[in-house]
């Protein structure tokens, strides 16, 4: 019987994402701001997968919805079934070690601003940023779990001079 590779590589992604899922969910003990449960979503996107997006959304009723991407995006495949709004808290990776708000991560939350409460981007352990609704054209980003800099649009500019 000849070995069948495209098998194996499809048997080695559903290990992968079932992997990804049990690290995060084991480490989520309900504050989405967790050192532990940021780790363990970096962890997931950097070593388990190697270099690839992943995004948690935790609901309204705290249910994770997890889902992984390229090395440059992510998005739910199949609508996530079941969520409550509005969303509690939007985590997702930029694997390539930058927190920032990319223009399509802007127009994610500019658009889900009145049902989501806050958003957290993963550039590293430690270095990430923090939006909330409460300032929607505000991203405050920390490196060494130290407050950096701001990057804020809605000026014309993402906040780094890339233009809207």
Same mark, same amino acid.
């Given at each position: ?67 992984? #991407?390229?090395? /440059?995006?992510?998005? !739910? ?6 969520? &409550? @709004?509005? %969303? ?34 993963? #550039?590293?352990? /430690?270095?990430?940023? !923090? ?6 054209? &505000? @991203?405050? %980003? ?23």
């Amino acid at each position: 019987m000849k070995f069948n590779w495209d098998m194996a590589v499809e048997e080695i992604k559903e290990w992968n994402n079932t992997l990804v899922e049990e690290t995060i969910i084991e480490s989520y003990d309900g504050d989405v701001s967790a050192k532990d449960f940021h780790d363990a979503i970096w962890f997931a996107s950097t070593k388990i997968l190697n270099g690839l997006e992943v995004q948690v959304v935790i609901d309204n009723n705290d249910t994770l919805h997890i889902s992984s #991407g390229t090395s /440059g995006y992510v998005d !739910f495949k199949i609508d996530p079934v079941g969520m &409550k @709004l509005p %969303i509690k808290c939007w985590i997702h990776t930029h694997p390539f070690g930058s927190a920032y708000f990319s223009g399509t991560d802007i127009k994610t939350v500019s658009i889900w601003e009145p049902l989501m409460k806050t958003a957290y981007v993963l #550039g590293g352990r /430690g270095h990430y940023g !923090f939006w909330e609704n409460t300032k929607p054209n &505000k @991203l405050m %980003i920390f490196r060494d779990y130290k407050f950096e800099r701001p990057q804020q649009w809605g000026d014309g500019t993402y906040g780094y001079g890339e233009e809207e």
